[in-house]
């Protein structure tokens, strides 16, 4: 069972940044696929940013440009930093981490969320 910590949270004003920072723990096997997901208040969780294990990412669309994601693979921990936040960046960020388990020539894969940290932008 992989547990997964995030920080980096918080209250700000439009324009300033945040970083937000989710380390994975107990994996017994290999990590892959990580990932931030955001629910803005009175909607559906959406995909913000993933990376994989080689480091290749991928924004949605209006993520890309203010978002950056970045992992250390030693630490099992993944990175979002968000720079010239918005008020409808306000949400609660999700990690999301992908573990994938070889079982001959088969993969088995197990997917687990973080509880979340709120960020809340305003002025």
């Known amino acids: 069972q992989v547990h997964l910590v995030e920080s980096g949270g918080g209250s700000v004003q439009p324009g300033g940044s945040l970083r937000l920072s989710c380390a994975a723990s107990?994996?017994?096997?290999?990590?892959?696929?990580m990932g931030w997901y955001r629910q803005p208040p009175g909607k559906q969780r959406e995909l913000v940013a993933g990376i994989t294990v080689a480091g290749r990412t991928k924004y949605a669309g209006p993520s890309e440009g203010r978002f950056t994601i970045t992992r250390d693979n030693d630490k099992n921990t993944v990175f979002l930093q968000i720079k010239s936040l918005k008020p409808e960046d306000t949400a609660m960020y999700y990690c999301h981490v992908r573990e994938e388990e070889y079982i001959g020539v088969s993969i088995r894969a197990y997917d687990y969320w973080g509880q979340g940290t709120q960020v809340t932008v305003s002025s």
């Open positions: 107990g994996s017994r096997f290999s990590i892959t696929d």
